[in-house]
């Protein structure tokens, strides 16, 4: 089935002369509970995709399917709606609220929503991250491992439709890229979570399911790593 479409995506930047085209008649599509890994160089269109399907920069033309929502048919504030509910971000600089703590931080997308955090997923989430001793903690109380745990719960607490990392390990040693993937991994598996991951690591990229390839807003490349 599949859970993410894109359709004859392209982003263009100025006019004329200046003009850019960040993304350039993209189309792929990515199946429910599929780890999908973006790579390509610098100004390939890696983040501007990313920032896409975030809902966070509309395209110029084309279209954009999340389980089966036309994503940018919405207006403003139902694309508001959808950005809290159906996605969740991690960044590789964590972009954690330094005066809360990291169960204030994992729950706070929830607070904004104007909900009531859910207490049995959250000490499951605390659990799954290895967290439950520094659930009190400030970001400061923390290494950047573990911050990027707290990213991740924040990511994952909704129960998002998919999961998009933007070079997710990019600021980490060997030792916690390899824990925050299989971390990734595991979530991917329990929760059959839909993720697509922005990297410049080979070695990120060969963990996930599948290794697609942008150069110039273009996709050069689709293969399925085996895993």
Not at 49 to 64: A, Q
Not at 143 to 163: E, H, K, M, W
Request: charged share 25%; proline share 4%.
């Amino acid at each position: 089935m599949e859970f993410l479409t894109i359709e004859h995506l392209r982003k263009t930047y100025g006019k004329g002369e200046t003009e850019v085209r960040a993304i350039n008649d993209l189309s792929f599509s990515v199946p429910k509970g599929q780890m999908c890994a973006i790579i390509g160089p610098s100004g390939s269109g890696k983040s501007t995709l990313l920032h896409i399907l975030g809902g966070v920069d509309r395209p110029t033309s084309g279209k954009i399917w999340v389980d089966g929502e036309d994503v940018y048919a919405k207006n403003q504030k139902d694309l508001a709606v959808f950005r809290r509910r159906k996605v969740g971000l991690i960044y590789q600089f964590y972009n954690l609220i330094p005066v809360l703590n990291a169960e204030e931080n994992i729950t706070l997308p929830t607070v904004m929503d104007g909900r009531q955090p859910d207490k049995e997923r959250l000490e499951q989430m605390l659990d799954l991250l290895g967290l439950k001793k520094r659930r009190d903690h400030l970001p400061s109380q923390m290494s950047g491992g573990q911050q990027q745990r707290v990213s991740i719960g924040r990511a994952l607490f909704t129960s998002p439709a998919v999961i998009l990392g933007d070079e997710p390990t990019g600021n980490l040693d060997s030792k916690n890229t390899a824990e925050i993937l299989a971390l990734l991994r595991e979530s991917n598996k329990k929760f059959e979570q839909t993720m697509v991951i922005i990297t410049h690591d080979d070695d990120v990229a060969a963990q996930c399911d599948r290794i697609i390839t942008l150069s110039d807003g273009k996709l050069i490349k689709d293969e399925m790593t085996g895993l």
